[in-house]
């Protein structure tokens, strides 16, 4: 499996574990207020690193390739899916739950909505005034909406937040992931230097999304740690290379072999 693929499977991984952790009530994990603030750091500095990586990508590059469809792009749409769908839960219970609390006096300001020790202080105070209530009576109602947002909403939310970082973190690092510096090709499987390019082969020209561009193989030899991680001896690159582009390239190859 494609070492890229893996990394990305192992984030999901551990994004979904994130969801089932914060199912439960997350004031009975101690390390909680760490852990929390520590991984909304982590995916932060992710992000901007991926954004410094791409700008510094494009102001470095010679010329920008064709983007392809790569795995990170694939991921930012998957985690902005559960982002997105992770929000939308936390404010529909956000907006059940809202009213109520305003109306029984628990609540001055929206603000307090994100106190999650105080709304789980809230629920558990209104599940101890429910005893002998019918099944039907309205404070059983408002009990049970406090504690679908205390217990779902907010880990929801969180949850919708740690995944529109790490979709942004993803598009930033595949937005441009295949282009060409004077002294390497960077691509999705890695970056080749110039001296250690083998071969070369021209596709056809191809146009696509009002985009004219030329397929192109570029076979490298592989250095000693990545024949080790990839048992190869060598690696074959496809880019697509904008029509405009193609002499440029040329003149790199020619230099070059």
């Known amino acids: 499996m494609n070492h890229k693929v893996r990394e990305n499977l192992k984030s999901i991984l551990l994004i979904l574990l994130y969801l089932f952790?914060?199912?439960?009530?997350?004031?009975?994990?101690?390390?909680?207020?760490?852990?929390?603030?520590?991984?909304?750091?982590l995916l932060i500095t992710m992000s901007i690193h991926s954004y410094s990586k791409y700008k510094k990508r494009i102001n470095n590059a010679y010329i920008i390739c064709v983007r392809n469809l790569n795995i990170d792009l694939i991921f930012s749409g998957f985690y902005g899916i559960l982002s997105f769908i992770g929000c939308l839960y936390f404010l529909v219970k956000f907006s059940e739950a809202y009213p109520y609390l305003k109306e029984l006096g628990y609540v001055h300001n929206?603000?307090?909505?994100?106190?999650?020790?105080?709304?789980?202080e809230i629920d558990k105070e209104l599940w101890k005034q429910m005893a002998g209530e019918s099944l039907h009576s309205r404070r059983l109602i408002v009990a049970i909406t406090i504690s679908n947002y205390a217990s779902l909403g907010i880990g929801a939310g969180m949850l919708g937040l740690i995944c529109g970082m790490s979709s942004l973190a993803m598009y930033f690092k595949g937005k441009y992931m295949e282009v060409i510096e004077k002294d390497k090709v960077v691509s999705q499987s890695g970056e080749y230097t110039w001296d250690s390019l083998l071969e070369h082969q021209w596709g056809e020209l191809f146009m696509k999304n009002d985009k004219i561009y030329y397929e192109l193989w570029l076979t490298f030899k592989n250095d000693e740690s990545r024949k080790k991680s990839t048992s190869k001896s060598k690696e074959r690159v496809y880019l697509r290379i904008g029509k405009e582009d193609k002499s440029k390239v040329e003149e790199l190859i020619e230099i070059n072999l």
């Open 110 to 120: 929206i603000f307090e909505m994100f106190n999650y020790t105080y709304i789980d």
């Open 21 to 41: 952790i914060g199912s439960y009530k997350l004031n009975k994990v101690k390390e909680s207020n760490i852990i929390i603030p520590v991984v909304y750091l």
